[in-house]
């Protein structure tokens, strides 16, 4: 089956750096654009990256512009967000998400977050 298992997070001072790792299993991974979302406290869930199947292309949420790197290896089938610069408003859990087309529609995976806070 789909599983996504995130690695990486933690507690980090403003200004620091994590670097975020997503091992996927139970499809195709080379064929799939990953993303990686977050979700603060009272806020909805937000898209902070996405990376096409080969790498060739990459988006990122206004917010992370500059700071944030996403990169993936498909021979180990895993994706990663290096995260610069960290500042408090970061704080978030981060969730690795793949939208898989089977049966006929789109259906959305999701690893069970890793928590990453920015504070002094």
């Known amino acids: 089956q789909v599983q996504l298992v995130e690695s990486g997070g933690g507690l980090v001072q403003p200004g620091g750096s994590l670097r975020l790792s997503c091992a996927a299993s139970?499809?195709?991974?080379?064929?799939?654009?990953m993303n990686w979302y977050r979700q603060a406290p009272g806020k909805e869930r937000e898209l902070v990256a996405s990376?096409?199947?080969?790498?060739?292309?990459?988006n990122y949420a206004d917010s992370v512009k500059g700071r944030f790197t996403i990169s993936r290896n498909n021979a180990q089938n895993t994706v990663y967000l290096q995260m610069n610069s960290l500042k408090p408003e970061d704080t978030a859990v981060y969730y690795c998400?793949?939208?898989?087309?089977?049966?006929?529609?789109?259906?959305?995976?999701w690893g069970q977050g890793t928590q990453v806070t920015v504070s002094s």
């Open positions: 998400n793949a939208d898989l087309w089977i049966i006929g529609r789109w259906n959305g995976y």
């Open positions: 139970g499809f195709t991974f080379s064929s799939t654009t």
């Open positions: 990376i096409s199947s080969r790498g060739g292309s990459t």
